[in-house]
């Protein structure tokens, strides 16, 4: 049986490798779609609708894989990103292209999406101490964000290259898919490394009350997490990274490769500011670092439009990022604190869900405001005043419940 420390390395390895995949592909996404002809609404919708689907996709593999196996559901989810990629590499047809988007695993955002956060967020706490959790997850969210920075950075290149060879452009960007869906393989190979330490630890039935969706004593809490989750995650889901590049693309005519190091230099920052938040969560707390760094990062967000030039726009981004990320590696560790330990996988499950509902409404309406010149920025205005909104409420109802590292000592 392989050690603990071996699944945490192979998890982090699939995090790498499908964060990758996610940057790789998000740059190009929307304009590949534009590409095969779709018109601006239809490529909101269909983005709507790939989160959408993530939302089924993920309550059923997250509800189930503590019964069936994690490693066996991992396995699916990897498998699912393969069909999604393959679909949209070879047909045109929206319906095919809705259909794939539903059932497979296609992130628009350059984010996690699908079930294997989740499930790879209770592992990892069943694999490490509960005193390195935040440590932990913050270097997760950076390893993710340092290989979604360089998926965008390969994914602008890879394009530049090819065209340089003369390879059409839509060519080019069907290469990318093929690229997303090899990368599907090798998750598949690298979660069937996986031993069967990261499985779900067994209590006895009915030990813990009655449950709902995998909760009981936790649920009130988690259900309203879930409703605040929901919320920021809507917001976000007006400016994705392909509506962003693809923002960048029509205001200021920037190219795929220079898109490419925009977002690579963004999820660097991104990725820096996930981990400093650590010590800082160590000495303020959880929920003030969540509430205290989200807000100024969602200022500068509503910002970004406003900027006259391209340069000046993209220094707003980039300082935006280097802040956005310093609440989710505490947002994540503070829902595993705060529920009983054998709810972590159904708490991370129900409240990724919520995120990826509240996701998958928003980029149609952005698709439906940038067909219309005037309000092109009107995303980054909605985004930033609803996550603001987000701030306030999570403050409010929360900074009373502590984490119990952060409880004085009796």
Known sequence: MKLPGTDTALLFATRISRLFAYGLLSIVLALYLAQIGLTDQRIGLLLSLTLAGDVAISLWITTVADHIGRRFMLIVGAALMILASVTFAFTDNFWLLTLAAIVGII??????????LSIEQAALSQLVPSRKRTGVFAWYNLVGSFSTALGAL??????HSLQVAEVSLLAAYRAILIAYSAIGVL?????????????????????????????????????HLSRLFALDAFAGGFIVQSIMAYW?????????ATLGSIFFGANLLAGISSLLSVRLAARIGLINT???THIPSNILLILVPLMPHAWLAILVLLLRFSISQMDVPTRQSYTMAVVCP???SAASGVTNVARSVGASLAPALSGQFMALP????FPFFLAGGLKIVYDLLLFRDFRSLKPPEEKPLD
């Open 187 to 223: 998750l598949v190979l690298l979660f069937a490394c996986l031993s069967p330490a990261i499985e779900t630890v067994r209590i006895l039935q009915g030990a813990s009350g009655k449950r709902l969706l995998g909760l009981h004593q936790s649920r009130k809490v988690v259900i």
């Open 342 to 344: 054998d709810e972590r």
């Open 374 to 377: 005037a309000l092109l920025g």
């Open 290 to 292: 969540m509430v205290f």
């Open 154 to 159: 390969a994914g602008g290149g890879l394009i």
């Open 107 to 116: 992130s628009p955002s350059g984010n996690e999406i699908g079930p294997f």
């Open 248 to 256: 960048f693309h029509v205001k200021f005519g920037l190219a795929p």
